[in-house]
């Protein structure tokens, strides 16, 4: 079987051909009767057309039973057309006749067409008139009034010019058919052609890219139908692409944003793609570099070649210098494809260090009272209560103790408050000199009994905006923890300054001083240097420190030149507006 041709346009013109041929093979073989029939119906139609008006023309006579009107009307309108016209009653009976003396005539009910016509239809038949002798094509109508049959318009015309035109129109038909045929070819032709190139330009611009959307498109129904449809799915595409770019843009905002380094790796080791994390700060771009030059921790290296594997892999990785804890998880993708998630835990361990050591802390100062108040207790119950002299000495220390242990309460409480924010501040505007004058004046005392020298430094630093009383509670906790670890004959010096648009004050001593590695916990709650357990206070002091300063909106930090060379406590105020 021979194929069809693949394109619309060649299908569309082949099969116009074809149907073209083949009517003219039938129209060769059945013109003449197919010429004679078609006159008939022409005709009949004509002719049904020519009864229709007559029957209009006669409804008024036919109402009024009016015979001879109809009579008359009929002549006129036969003498107009050249036709037969005969009027006829519902019983059949002849009311008027353009050819014959209507009284003469005989009862047409038994007529085939004028029975189809009484009966709402129109009825077309062909005989030998009894009352002209001639073969007649018949056509009649009913009249109408209203939806009631009300008579009969019936028209005819001798078959005799019906053959003659019908040889006529055999002759004309068989050579018109052969030009037709022709023109039919051509313009079936151009009609695939109009058709399919609105087609062809649409599905060109669809390949290029589905997403531009074809114009208005001149052709058929169907076509421009198409291309409606494909400016919506063209929409919808744009739709679907922006909404893409957009989510990817947000998951790459949110990869970007996100504090673990995330590589994937190709087929090769190659890495396709890497955060900010992944790159670090100031780093050059890691991609389409392999990942062995990126990451150089053999455990790391180790879990990405097993993920090629299959199988997801985990490693813990922990260096010293410097201190550092990572966790590296491989998943593969597949294709080769690997995910590579690299999470720096050095803050959740330092985090869980700060925890451990919160809760030694905090063992470590309730133990010491909590002992000593037992043993004071078990020993007033062995005899020492009828000492009045030592008793009142061990109630003494109970007493001390028992202050120690509410202060550290007391202590704890004010941070947890602090902490949540449950304390307000009453910011005024204060002068730095006088709240470090008000700091020297209560804490001179404690460093006298020292031996320790308070010295104030003269400043011209601006106002801020501070609660006084909850800064002075911080000078306080920095003047006592710098005059504690200050030996006799040293110095502490106090002052303040501007600096890059806040006021820092800062506490300065010439005692122990601070080993780096204590430098950035000192200010945890309960920590102390090993220096330091031996001495007294809670522990509490700086931790509570940092967050008045905090809360104040600053920031406070240590800084020491090492064991024995003293140390700096600094904390920064916002300058008043």
Do not use: C
């Amino acid at each position: 079987m021979t194929p069809l041709p693949r394109s619309i346009r060649a299908r569309v013109f082949l099969g116009s051909v074809v149907a073209i041929a083949v009517a003219l093979a039938v129209v060769a073989a059945a013109v003449p009767t197919i010429a004679r029939d078609q006159e008939v119906d022409v005709l009949g139609s004509r002719l049904e057309s020519e009864a229709a008006l007559a029957a209009d023309l006669g409804r008024d006579a036919f109402g009024a039973g009016d015979a001879d009107a109809l009579d008359a009307l009929a002549k006129r309108v036969a003498a107009d057309t050249r036709i037969r016209v005969t009027f006829v009653a519902v019983d059949g009976t002849v009311l008027g006749d353009s050819d014959a003396d209507r009284r003469l005539m005989e009862n047409h009910a038994t007529r085939p067409e004028v029975a189809a016509a009484l009966a709402g239809g129109a009825g077309h038949a062909v005989r030998r008139s009894a009352t002209i002798d001639r073969d007649l094509l018949y056509v009649a109508v009913p009249v109408r009034d209203g939806a009631r049959v009300i008579g009969v318009s019936r028209v005819a015309l001798p078959l005799v010019a019906v053959d003659a035109l019908a040889s006529r129109l055999a002759a004309s038909l068989v050579a018109g058919a052969a030009v037709a045929s022709v023109a039919a070819v051509l313009l079936s032709y151009f009609v695939a052609r109009a058709i399919t190139r609105p087609i062809e330009r649409i599905a060109d611009l669809a390949e290029r890219d589905p997403s531009v959307a074809p114009g208005d498109v001149a052709g058929p129904e169907e076509v421009q139908r198409l291309a409606g449809a494909l400016r919506r799915a063209a929409a919808g595409v744009r739709g679907q692409r922006a909404a893409a770019a957009a989510e990817h843009e947000r998951l790459a905002t949110l990869v970007d944003e996100l504090a673990d380094a995330i590589l994937i790796l190709d087929e090769d080791g190659r890495i396709e793609l890497a955060n900010t994390a992944a790159r670090g700060p100031g780093a050059a771009d890691v991609v389409g570099r392999p990942v062995a030059e990126v990451i150089r921790d053999h455990e790391a290296l180790e879990s990405i070649a097993a993920a090629r594997g299959g199988r997801e892999q985990v490693a813990t990785i922990e260096r010293s210098e410097p201190r550092r804890f990572q966790r590296v998880v491989a998943r593969p993708l597949g294709g080769g494809r690997v995910l590579v998630v690299v999470q720096d835990l050095t803050n959740l361990r330092r985090l869980e260090t700060m925890r451990s050591d919160f809760v030694a802390n905090v063992s470590h100062e309730l133990r010491r009272p909590i002992g000593s108040l037992k043993a004071m207790a078990e020993t007033l119950e062995e005899g020492a209560l009828d000492d009045r002299a030592a008793a009142r000495d061990f109630v003494g220390r109970m007493h001390r103790e028992i202050d120690g242990l509410a202060q550290l309460v007391n202590e704890l409480l004010a941070l947890t408050r602090l902490e949540s924010r449950a304390e307000s501040l009453a910011l005024v505007r204060v002068a730095p000199a006088q709240l470090l004058r008000d700091a020297a004046r209560r804490m001179g005392p404690l460093a006298s009994r020292a031996g320790v020298a308070l010295v104030v430094e003269t400043t011209a630093a601006s106002d801020v905006s501070a609660d006084p009383e909850r800064i002075a509670q911080v000078l306080a906790n920095l003047i006592h923890n710098a005059v504690k670890f200050t030996p006799p004959g040293g110095t502490v010096r106090i002052g303040a300054r501007d600096e890059d648009g806040a006021v820092a004050f800062r506490v300065s001593d010439t005692g122990a001083g601070i080993a780096a590695g204590d430098l950035e916990r000192v200010f945890e709650r309960f920590y102390k240097a090993d220096r330091a357990r031996a001495g007294e206070g809670t522990g509490l002091g700086l931790a509570i420190a940092k967050h008045i300063v905090a809360a104040h909106g600053g920031a406070i930090g240590a800084s020491s030149a090492g064991i024995g060379r003293g140390a700096t406590l600094r904390f920064t105020l916002p300058i008043a507006a």
